[in-house]
């Protein structure tokens, strides 16, 4: 009789151990990022730094922590030129379904001088890092 429950308690034990791998990991993972990649707006240069994933040529904002998460626009021209940011989009066709982390200067739904800074690829680690910041 002891012998038929041991069995099932490794595979209660194994589930558990499961379960609370895939609530925690995620968490982890965002958490590591972030600070790797040092996220957010950096208060002395007033620069944001945002990581997303490019879907459809359109940057996809992935930071949690930050309130003006989603979709934006991202211009190449500075927030003091006399004309339009949709003028001059960041174009992120080369970086279509790669993780990228991507710099420049917030303001009104846009990121002026706006560039790629780091190209995370679009492999196994991306993929991870995506589903990690999606829960």
Do not use: K
């Given at each position: 009789m002891e012998q038929e429950r041991r069995p099932m308690r490794h595979l209660v034990l194994s589930l558990g151990a499961v379960a609370?791998?895939?609530l925690v990991m995620p968490g982890l993972?965002?958490?590591?990022?972030?600070r790797t990649l040092d996220l957010g707006t950096d208060q002395a240069t007033d620069v944001t730094r945002l990581l997303g994933h490019v879907v459809s040529g359109q940057f996809v904002d992935l930071n949690p922590f930050s309130?003006?998460?989603?979709?934006?626009?991202?211009?190449?021209?500075?927030?003091?030129?006399?004309?339009?940011?949709?003028?001059?989009?960041?174009?992120?066709t080369a970086y279509e379904g790669h993780l990228v982390t991507v710099t420049g200067r917030d303001?009104?739904?846009?990121l002026y001088q706006a560039s790629v800074e780091r190209d995370l690829g679009d492999g196994l680690a991306a993929s991870i890092a995506i589903w990690a910041w999606q829960r």
């Open positions: 609370v791998i895939l993972i965002r958490w590591g990022m972030y309130s003006l998460s989603g979709r934006r626009g991202m211009t190449t021209i500075a927030m003091q030129e006399a004309r339009p940011p949709s003028s001059a989009p960041l174009d992120l303001s009104s739904g846009w």
